[in-house]
Protein backbone atom coordinates (compact mmCIF):
# COMPACT_ATOMS: atom_id res chain seq x y z
CA UNK A 1 0.00 0.00 0.00
CA UNK A 2 1.03 3.60 -1.10
CA UNK A 3 0.81 6.26 1.89
CA UNK A 4 2.21 8.56 -0.76
CA UNK A 5 -0.09 9.27 -3.60
CA UNK A 6 0.98 11.30 -6.45
CA UNK A 7 -0.32 12.63 -9.43
CA UNK A 8 -0.34 12.55 -12.20
CA UNK A 9 1.69 9.69 -13.28
CA UNK A 10 2.51 10.90 -16.33
CA UNK A 11 2.92 14.30 -17.81
CA UNK A 12 4.34 15.29 -21.53
CA UNK A 13 4.67 18.71 -21.99
CA UNK A 14 6.02 21.25 -24.79
CA UNK A 15 9.10 23.18 -23.51
CA UNK A 16 8.28 26.65 -22.16
CA UNK A 17 4.94 25.28 -20.60
CA UNK A 18 4.72 25.23 -16.66
CA UNK A 19 3.85 21.89 -14.73
CA UNK A 20 2.57 20.92 -10.94
CA UNK A 21 3.84 17.42 -9.67
CA UNK A 22 0.93 16.82 -6.59
CA UNK A 23 2.36 14.69 -4.14
CA UNK A 24 -0.47 13.78 -0.98
CA UNK A 25 -1.18 11.69 1.77
CA UNK A 26 -2.93 10.97 5.20
CA UNK A 27 -0.46 10.78 7.15
CA UNK A 28 1.83 13.50 8.50
CA UNK A 29 5.82 13.61 8.08
CA UNK A 30 8.63 15.21 9.73
CA UNK A 31 9.84 16.42 6.46
CA UNK A 32 8.88 15.26 2.65
CA UNK A 33 11.95 15.54 0.55
CA UNK A 34 11.50 15.60 -3.86
CA UNK A 35 14.23 13.78 -5.70
CA UNK A 36 14.72 13.32 -9.60
CA UNK A 37 15.89 10.20 -11.08
CA UNK A 38 17.38 9.98 -14.84
CA UNK A 39 17.40 6.07 -16.53
CA UNK A 40 19.98 4.12 -15.28
CA UNK A 41 20.65 6.39 -12.09
CA UNK A 42 19.89 6.91 -8.33
CA UNK A 43 17.34 9.52 -7.20
CA UNK A 44 19.23 12.70 -6.35
CA UNK A 45 17.88 15.20 -3.92
CA UNK A 46 16.44 18.25 -5.34
CA UNK A 47 14.81 19.75 -1.91
CA UNK A 48 13.45 18.85 2.00
CA UNK A 49 10.65 20.87 3.31
CA UNK A 50 10.16 20.76 6.96
CA UNK A 51 7.48 23.62 8.10
CA UNK A 52 4.10 23.20 7.16
CA UNK A 53 3.43 25.87 4.65
CA UNK A 54 6.54 26.25 3.99
CA UNK A 55 7.64 27.23 0.08
CA UNK A 56 11.05 26.96 -1.14
CA UNK A 57 12.50 27.93 -4.50
CA UNK A 58 15.36 26.66 -6.59
CA UNK A 59 15.67 28.23 -9.86
CA UNK A 60 12.60 27.28 -11.44
CA UNK A 61 11.59 24.84 -9.32
CA UNK A 62 9.34 25.55 -6.57
CA UNK A 63 8.36 23.34 -3.52
CA UNK A 64 5.65 23.94 -1.38
CA UNK A 65 4.75 22.07 1.86
CA UNK A 66 1.63 21.77 2.89
CA UNK A 67 0.15 23.65 6.40
CA UNK A 68 -0.75 20.26 8.13
CA UNK A 69 2.77 18.61 6.56
CA UNK A 70 0.57 15.51 4.89
CA UNK A 71 0.82 17.09 1.11
CA UNK A 72 3.36 18.97 -1.09
CA UNK A 73 3.53 20.02 -4.89
CA UNK A 74 6.27 20.74 -6.91
CA UNK A 75 5.89 23.39 -9.69
CA UNK A 76 8.17 24.14 -12.77
CA UNK A 77 7.91 27.25 -14.42
CA UNK A 78 9.07 27.40 -18.27
CA UNK A 79 10.16 23.70 -18.29
CA UNK A 80 13.06 22.46 -20.40
CA UNK A 81 13.99 19.03 -21.84
CA UNK A 82 16.65 19.32 -18.93
CA UNK A 83 13.73 18.83 -16.85
CA UNK A 84 12.92 15.60 -18.09
CA UNK A 85 13.11 12.66 -15.36
CA UNK A 86 11.28 10.94 -12.88
CA UNK A 87 9.94 12.70 -9.77
CA UNK A 88 9.73 11.05 -6.51
CA UNK A 89 8.37 12.51 -3.23
CA UNK A 90 9.30 10.85 -0.11
CA UNK A 91 7.77 11.73 3.21
CA UNK A 92 10.23 11.08 6.41
CA UNK A 93 9.08 10.10 10.17
CA UNK A 94 11.04 10.72 13.53
CA UNK A 95 12.08 7.17 13.44
CA UNK A 96 13.95 8.11 10.13
CA UNK A 97 11.89 5.44 7.72
CA UNK A 98 11.08 6.72 4.48
CA UNK A 99 7.94 6.49 2.51
CA UNK A 100 8.44 6.82 -1.09
CA UNK A 101 5.61 8.11 -3.61
CA UNK A 102 5.64 5.85 -6.96
CA UNK A 103 6.89 8.63 -8.80
CA UNK A 104 5.94 11.52 -12.05
CA UNK A 105 7.58 10.41 -15.15
CA UNK A 106 7.77 14.06 -17.08
CA UNK A 107 8.85 14.61 -20.27
CA UNK A 108 9.57 17.74 -21.40
CA UNK A 109 10.26 18.05 -25.54
CA UNK A 110 11.58 20.74 -27.66
CA UNK B 1 27.79 14.19 -4.23
CA UNK B 2 27.79 11.72 -1.49
CA UNK B 3 30.89 8.77 -1.55
CA UNK B 4 28.45 5.79 -2.19
CA UNK B 5 29.17 2.81 -3.80
CA UNK B 6 26.91 -0.11 -4.80
CA UNK B 7 28.67 -3.43 -5.64
CA UNK B 8 27.72 -5.15 -8.00
CA UNK B 9 26.33 -2.72 -10.80
CA UNK B 10 24.68 -5.52 -12.58
CA UNK B 11 24.17 -9.12 -11.86
CA UNK B 12 21.43 -12.71 -13.49
CA UNK B 13 21.31 -15.54 -11.24
CA UNK B 14 19.04 -18.47 -11.06
CA UNK B 15 16.35 -19.31 -8.97
CA UNK B 16 17.74 -20.55 -5.55
CA UNK B 17 20.87 -19.43 -5.40
CA UNK B 18 22.01 -17.05 -2.63
CA UNK B 19 22.86 -13.47 -3.26
CA UNK B 20 24.80 -10.64 -1.51
CA UNK B 21 24.49 -7.20 -2.49
CA UNK B 22 27.50 -4.53 -1.40
CA UNK B 23 27.06 -0.99 -0.10
CA UNK B 24 29.76 1.15 0.59
CA UNK B 25 30.23 4.55 2.34
CA UNK B 26 32.61 7.19 2.74
CA UNK B 27 30.76 10.10 4.60
CA UNK B 28 30.55 8.14 7.95
CA UNK B 29 26.37 8.71 8.08
CA UNK B 30 25.04 6.67 10.24
CA UNK B 31 21.97 5.34 8.67
CA UNK B 32 22.05 3.22 5.89
CA UNK B 33 19.12 1.86 3.51
CA UNK B 34 18.27 -0.84 1.09
CA UNK B 35 15.24 -0.28 -1.68
CA UNK B 36 13.63 -1.68 -4.23
CA UNK B 37 12.37 -0.18 -7.68
CA UNK B 38 10.08 -1.65 -9.54
CA UNK B 39 7.64 0.14 -12.37
CA UNK B 40 4.45 1.28 -10.81
CA UNK B 41 5.58 1.03 -7.05
CA UNK B 42 8.39 3.66 -7.04
CA UNK B 43 11.35 2.64 -4.40
CA UNK B 44 10.32 0.11 -1.57
CA UNK B 45 11.58 -0.15 1.78
CA UNK B 46 13.75 -3.32 2.49
CA UNK B 47 15.70 -2.99 5.61
CA UNK B 48 17.43 -0.25 6.92
CA UNK B 49 20.27 -0.02 9.75
CA UNK B 50 20.61 2.85 12.09
CA UNK B 51 24.33 1.86 13.55
CA UNK B 52 26.43 -0.71 13.56
CA UNK B 53 25.15 -4.13 14.10
CA UNK B 54 21.70 -2.14 14.10
CA UNK B 55 19.07 -2.97 11.75
CA UNK B 56 14.86 -3.07 11.20
CA UNK B 57 12.47 -4.40 8.44
CA UNK B 58 11.05 -2.26 5.86
CA UNK B 59 7.60 -2.66 3.98
CA UNK B 60 9.42 -5.80 1.79
CA UNK B 61 11.43 -7.40 4.12
CA UNK B 62 10.41 -10.93 3.41
CA UNK B 63 13.17 -13.18 1.62
CA UNK B 64 15.72 -10.55 2.24
CA UNK B 65 18.44 -10.29 5.09
CA UNK B 66 20.88 -7.58 6.35
CA UNK B 67 23.96 -7.14 8.00
CA UNK B 68 26.06 -4.83 9.18
CA UNK B 69 29.32 -4.67 11.02
CA UNK B 70 30.72 -1.49 10.12
CA UNK B 71 29.48 2.25 9.93
CA UNK B 72 30.90 2.03 5.98
CA UNK B 73 29.29 -1.44 4.96
CA UNK B 74 25.71 -2.45 4.53
CA UNK B 75 25.03 -6.02 3.21
CA UNK B 76 21.97 -7.15 0.97
CA UNK B 77 21.60 -10.80 1.13
CA UNK B 78 19.13 -12.92 -0.80
CA UNK B 79 19.33 -16.50 0.67
CA UNK B 80 17.37 -18.33 -2.38
CA UNK B 81 16.24 -15.87 -5.09
CA UNK B 82 13.44 -16.21 -6.48
CA UNK B 83 12.20 -14.68 -10.18
CA UNK B 84 10.05 -12.25 -8.09
CA UNK B 85 12.97 -10.40 -6.67
CA UNK B 86 14.61 -9.02 -10.11
CA UNK B 87 14.65 -5.46 -9.82
CA UNK B 88 16.62 -2.73 -9.42
CA UNK B 89 18.60 -2.29 -5.50
CA UNK B 90 19.40 0.83 -4.59
CA UNK B 91 21.38 1.92 -1.22
CA UNK B 92 20.93 5.21 0.68
CA UNK B 93 22.57 6.95 3.49
CA UNK B 94 21.30 9.62 5.87
CA UNK B 95 22.73 11.15 9.20
CA UNK B 96 19.43 10.18 10.89
CA UNK B 97 16.42 11.89 12.41
CA UNK B 98 18.39 12.89 15.37
CA UNK B 99 21.72 14.72 13.57
CA UNK B 100 19.97 18.24 13.61
CA UNK B 101 19.77 18.43 10.12
CA UNK B 102 17.00 17.52 7.91
CA UNK B 103 17.68 14.00 7.40
CA UNK B 104 18.76 14.11 3.82
CA UNK B 105 18.87 10.64 2.20
CA UNK B 106 21.35 10.34 -0.82
CA UNK B 107 21.93 7.11 -3.16
CA UNK B 108 23.93 4.96 -4.70
CA UNK B 109 23.74 4.37 -8.21
CA UNK B 110 21.87 0.80 -8.17
CA UNK B 111 22.29 -2.75 -8.61
CA UNK B 112 19.96 -4.03 -11.44
CA UNK B 113 19.47 -8.23 -10.32
CA UNK B 114 17.86 -10.14 -12.89
CA UNK B 115 16.62 -13.73 -11.38
CA UNK B 116 16.44 -16.38 -14.11
Known amino acids: TQLLEQSPQFLSIQEGENLTVYCNSS?????LQWYRQEPGEGPVLLVT?????EVKKLKRLTFQFGDARKDSSLHITAAQPGDTGLYLCAGTDSWGKFQFGAGTQVVVTP | DAGITQSPRHKVTETGTPVTLRCHQTENHRYMYWYRQDPGHGLRLIHY???????DKGEVSDGYSVSRSKTEDFLLTLESATSSQTSVYFCAISDGPTSGSYNEQFFGPGTRLTVL
Open chain 1, 27 to 31: SVFSS
Open chain 1, 49 to 53: VVTGG
Open chain 2, 49 to 55: SYGVKDT
